[in-house]
């Protein structure tokens, strides 16, 4: 299983609402990443996960609250998100062996703040 | 031809031509290297990948050739199918701090 499972796959909010986004993998990976991606640009990261701890937080606003309940899963939780937060929130994982291994990306939760 | 859009640089070839996809990195301390394949609505597709250590890389039909002296690295693919229209992106990743950053990107649009 090469999977990295998001949901849900579109989600629409308003400014007030609270929602997560959900990430799941089953390959062991102990590394886990969220990306941002607006429409023809690349990825930007937001946040890295090492061993189910917070690395990394690309300086990302206070609106968005990761949290890595276990090895498998990574959530993103938003509240009071604002229009132009509206992309595509990509999940990735991969291995942290000795070496550098591939990141594996879900296909991403289309979310559009109203 | 190649050209550059408002955001997104764009390659078309015609179908069974070979393609070049290039990329420049920032960070000389990067030494693992990655090219992805997205499609529309979905989400990045590892290719092939390629570490500092290494100047060639072959996989089937691809061909990732890293320059660190002028930190370059390039997409080749043999015999351009319809399939492989897409958006590529080359990411590197160094290893303390654990970051995987995404170049511009690249779009291929194949042609009868």
């Known amino acids: 299983d090469t999977e990295v499972t998001q949901t849900p796959k579109h989600l629409v909010m308003g400014m007030t609402n609270k929602k997560s986004l959900k990430c799941e993998q089953h390959?062991?990976?102990?590394?886990m990443y969220w990306y941002k991606q607006k429409a023809k640009k690349p990825p930007e990261l937001m946040f890295v996960y090492s061993y189910e701890k917070l690395s990394i937080n690309e300086s990302v606003p206070s609106r968005f609250s990761p949290e890595c309940p276990n090895s498998s899963l990574l959530n993103l939780h938003l509240h009071a998100l604002q229009p132009e937060d509206s992309a595509l929130y990509l999940c990735a994982s991969r291995d942290r062996g000795l070496q550098n291994t591939e990141a594996f990306f879900g296909q991403g939760t289309r979310l559009t703040v109203v | 031809g190649e050209s550059v859009g408002l955001h997104l640089p764009t390659l078309s070839v015609q179908e069974g031509d070979n393609s070049i996809i290039n990329c420049a990195y920032s960070?000389?301390?990067?030494?693992?290297f990655i090219w992805y394949k997205q499609e529309s609505g979905k989400g990045p597709q590892f290719i092939i990948d390629i570490r500092s250590n290494m100047d060639k890389r072959q996989g089937q039909r691809v061909t990732v050739l890293l320059n660190k002296t002028v930190k370059h690295l390039s997409l080749q693919i043999a015999a351009t199918q319809p399939g492989d229209s897409a958006v590529y992106f080359c990411?590197?990743?160094?290893?303390?701090?654990?970051?995987?950053?995404f170049g511009t990107g690249t779009r291929l649009q194949v042609f009868p």
């Open positions: 990411a590197e990743n160094s290893w303390s701090p654990d970051k995987l950053i």
């Open positions: 960070n000389s301390a990067s030494d693992y």
């Open positions: 390959m062991g990976h102990r590394a």
